[in-house]
């Protein structure tokens, strides 16, 4: 049918309308659709780019240069070396099993190592290294690189590790690194990405466990392409890291050398501190350890020798072994009464061999007992009498009182592994700790040094340099950090009354000056450096009175672990005191016959510089010190040529 021509123009009409309103929304939206692009390409290409490079680039953490540790002279104590390891990339290996059989063929690796080794390769990403061997020589380098094409798989790598040159010498000071484990970053809150690096090291124990983010420093990083497996392909670039801060100490690595020498093979520990500026120029505990064995892992047999060893070698016995001070801590009781004025030097009390308190009898070390005697002669003597009676007119809340202002009893701040606070009872801490009231018994035992009381080497050092200065001296290990000297711990006065303080050391001078005092034989010849000090013997086992009666068994014929503990204080030159030094030695018997002999050498020691002339001692001591002498020189040769070997 034909349509009319008016028709015709209605049906044109809407069909270009609806061709141009259909024509303006393709426009549109192709506008829209280049408007958004060209946003895309241009105003936003910097912003997809840095996505597209994210995708294809990592960014990896360079391990930083571990700070080394320095004697006061600039000897070296701990440094990194190079060191050749050879690691595994388990995904480049195949069969890791069969190329490791074929590794051990070449190169000598103990079993424990290996095992281990193998056990992180299965846990690691397959694309990361892991270390097989560490510190291999360059032989075995050289014959992993000839056999390469055997060993897929197998790198050869250079790195650092933590070396120790001066050996056992300053185990307990500075302590070990070893790898970072699991039950380390538990320990830590917010761990630095840097302690996820595989076989990081950190500090374990010691000095090097305390100073740790001082002496690791800081990460650099690198920029690495990855393949789509996360294998590296190649580096881009890099930023190094900020090395850790080098350290100095207050130790003198010779004197130090010398002390555990001198300690030899004793349960034994030594402190020897500066009294002008609180330097702990020796800080030496017996019998010690070779470091260089934890820093790779020690094996299962070295580490059960050392801990089945009954003179416990790990122990840093100088700063967390606490003992009953014993007589080393009747200046103490003393002080407190002539601080208190209730006792004049020339105050006399009888001694018949005990005292009677509370109805129970504190026995004198001497049976038949010391007669009158007064302040000088109760030291020199070591009259136990005279200080239950002195004890019973202070108190023990002054006593403790002033044992703290001496040091004892008090956490001294050191950066080594678990400084002990000791303890200077007194009778709010018996009614907060054991819920009893304290007893004019306990105050007695505590006069001289025993029951609850007890100090470590460390403290008994600090109180005697306190003594020797009138300051509150206090001890330092750190010299200087990257250069800038540490604050001395030379003290101001302590406000104490300086005749007290006299007395203290014209009497102490007595117990190692006349011939009736108990250092007598220990004493050091040569009148500039004459020595003041106090023996001690630490009781490790209750007397009963039925052994009194019978007659108490001599220390040599006990059992080594209920023998008595020897201890010996000092500090000399009596005139102007340079050193102080406190000498603990286990289970050794008496403080005059064992304790006092070596602080005597080691305070010589110290004060020549190296060892003294056989005129520094009594004549008779001469031939057997010389025959020590000659002993301990050749002991130290032979140290020496070993941390030779080691630099």
């Known amino acids: 049918m034909r349509r009319n021509p008016r028709e015709l123009a209605g049906l044109q009409t809407r069909t270009t309308r609806r061709a141009i309103l259909l024509g303006s929304v393709m426009t549109g939206f192709a506008g829209a659709l280049a408007m958004r692009m ?16 994210e995708n294809r680039i990592n960014i990896r953490l360079i391990p930083p240069k571990r700070g080394e540790i ?7 104590i701990a440094r990194n070396s190079q060191s050749y390891r050879i690691v595994i990339v388990r995904e480049d290996a195949g069969d890791v099993d069969e190329v490791v059989a074929r590794l051990t063929k070449l190169v000598d690796i103990p079993e424990e190592d290996l095992e281990r080794a193998l056990v992180s390769v299965r846990r690691s990403a397959p694309f990361l290294p892991v270390a097989l061997a560490d510190q291999v020589t360059w032989d075995d380098i050289s014959r992993v690189a000839v056999n390469a094409p055997a060993l897929p798989g197998i790198t050869p790598e250079v790195g650092l590790t933590r070396v120790y040159p001066q050996g056992d010498a300053f185990a307990h000071v500075v302590g070990y690194v070893g790898p970072v484990s699991d039950y380390d970053l538990s320990k830590i809150e917010d761990p630095d990405q840097v302690l996820r690096i595989p076989r990081f090291q950190i500090g374990k124990v010691g000095l090097e466990a305390r100073q740790e983010e001082q002496l690791r420093g800081k990460a650099g990083s690198k920029r690495v392409e ?12 890099r930023q190094e890291g900020q090395p850790g801060a080098d350290i100095q100490l207050t130790v003198d690595s010779q004197l130090q050398s010398y002390v555990q020498a001198r300690l030899g093979r004793e349960s034994a520990s030594a402190v020897v501190i500066d009294c002008e500026t609180g330097d702990l120029v020796a800080c030496a505990s017996a019998p010690s350890y070779d470091p ?3 820093v790779r892992g020690i094996s299962v047999a070295d580490y059960r020798g050392l801990t089945e060893d009954p003179y416990r070698p790990l122990a840093s016995k100088s700063v967390q072994g606490v003992y009953p001070p014993g007589s080393t801590f009747k200046m103490m009781t003393a002080m407190a009464a002539l601080e208190a004025g209730l006792v004049g030097p020339d105050d006399t009390v009888w001694c018949p061999g005990y005292l009677q308190v509370a109805g129970r009898r504190f026995h004198c070390w001497k049976r038949g007992g010391h007669g009158h005697v007064n302040l000088e002669n109760s030291l020199k003597h070591s009259c136990d009498v005279y200080y239950y009676d002195l004890a019973l007119k202070v108190g023990i809340d002054k006593i403790s009182a002033m044992a703290q202002r001496f040091g004892l009893g008090q956490r001294h701040d050191l950066p080594m592994s678990a400084v002990a606070e000791g303890l200077a009872p007194d009778r709010a801490w018996k009614s907060r700790v054991h819920g009893q009231d304290w007893l004019v018994g306990d105050t007695a035992n505590a006069s001289i040094g025993q029951g609850f009381m007890l100090a470590s080497p460390l403290q008994l050092a600090v109180m005697s340099a306190r003594i020797a200065t009138g300051r509150e001296v206090t001890p330092r290990l750190i010299k200087s950090v990257d250069g800038i000297e540490q604050p001395s711990g030379a003290g101001e006065s302590m406000g104490l009354n300086e005749n007290n303080l006299r007395k203290m050391r014209k009497a102490m001078y007595a117990v190692s000056n006349d011939r009736r005092g108990t250092a007598w034989r220990a004493r050091i010849n040569e009148d500039a450096f004459r020595m003041a000090g106090k023996t001690g013997t630490s009781q490790v086992r209750n007397i009963t009175a039925d052994e009194r009666a019978r007659g108490v068994i001599r220390n040599e014929d006990l059992p080594w672990e209920r023998r008595d503990h020897a201890l010996f204080v000092c500090f000399a030159p009596y005139v102007a005191p340079k050193y102080a030094v406190s000498v603990v030695v286990e289970h050794g018997g008496g403080g005059s016959a064992v304790a006092a002999p070596i602080a005597r050498d080691v305070i010589l020691q110290a004060l ?3 060892f003294p002339p056989l005129e520094a001692y009594p004549s008779s001591d001469r031939d057997k010190v010389k025959a020590q002498q000659e002993r ?13 070997d080691r630099v």
């Open 226 to 237: 990855v393949n789509a497996a996360g294998r590296v392909m190649r580096e881009l670039d």
């Open 632 to 644: 301990l020189s050749r002991e130290l040769q032979q140290a020496e040529e070993q941390r030779s």
């Open 38 to 53: 060209r946003h895309l390409q241009v105003d936003q290409a910097d912003q997809f780019r840095l996505l597209a490079e």
């Open 70 to 76: 320095y004697d006061r002279n600039g000897v070296i």
């Open 292 to 294: 260089n064995l934890f």
């Open 608 to 610: 020549y510089g190296g």
